[in-house]
């Protein structure tokens, strides 16, 4: 089995699941054992500050949005570029953090991005290669410039770009005249 830590699993077009309808998952955990993730493209009404405050916290300085990483309930979490907070690394520079001293950190600087979660997306052992065999997501190697990203139009632009790698790999642009319309 190959990992796909450090992916997305982005959901294909016929995934009509409300959980994950037109979803970006970052994969955060792979193995034998299962699957672990995140959705990228849930933001919620909360932000971070409010969520901080209400879990008895110090308060903090921040509108950023909490994202609804998935439909199983847990802590909060976070993905984030400052290797000081680090628990595990997801992918080189990208890192995974869920305890309170490593959080608080996070919220305490504005220099590296970071993303919020609160519930998280999981797979046993197995499921989610049959989720793959039976063509409900797709998968792209993450990109760290979009892990951060605010666009609402997330799942757009990575279909687009799986579709552009797709035909890439199909047709081949040595054979390709710089303006399609001289053929």
């Known amino acids: 089995m190959k990992s796909l830590q450090g992916h997305f699993l ?3 077009p016929a ?3 409300p959980n994950f309808y037109r979803s970006v998952v970052l994969l955060i955990k792979h193995d ?3 699957a672990f993730g995140l959705i990228l493209n849930r933001p919620t ?4 500050g409010e969520i901080w405050k209400a879990a ?3 308060s903090v300085e921040c509108s950023d949005p909490i994202y609804l990483g998935g439909p199983v309930s847990g802590p ?3 993905i984030h570029r400052l290797k000081e907070a680090a628990e595990a690394e997801v992918m080189p520079g990208v890192y995974f953090a ?3 001293d490593k959080l608080q950190l996070l919220v305490g600087q504005s220099s590296k991005p970071f993303r919020f979660f609160t519930g998280y997306s999981g797979w046993a052992g197995g499921q989610l290669e049959s989720e793959l065999a039976a063509g409900g997501w797709l998968v792209a190697r993450a990109k760290r410039d979009l892990l951060f990203s605010t666009d609402e139009n997330l799942w757009e632009q990575i279909i687009r770009t799986i ?4 035909l890439e790999k199909t047709v081949k642009p040595r054979h390709m005249p710089q303006d399609p319309s001289l053929n």
């Open 56 to 58: 008895g916290y110090e």
């Open 163 to 166: 579709g552009e790698d797709l």
């Open 32 to 34: 034998e054992e299962g």
């Open 45 to 48: 009404e909360n932000t971070v």
């Open 98 to 100: 869920a305890h309170r």
């Open 10 to 12: 982005v959901a294909a």
């Open 76 to 78: 909060l979490v976070a």
């Open 15 to 17: 995934l009509l699941d």
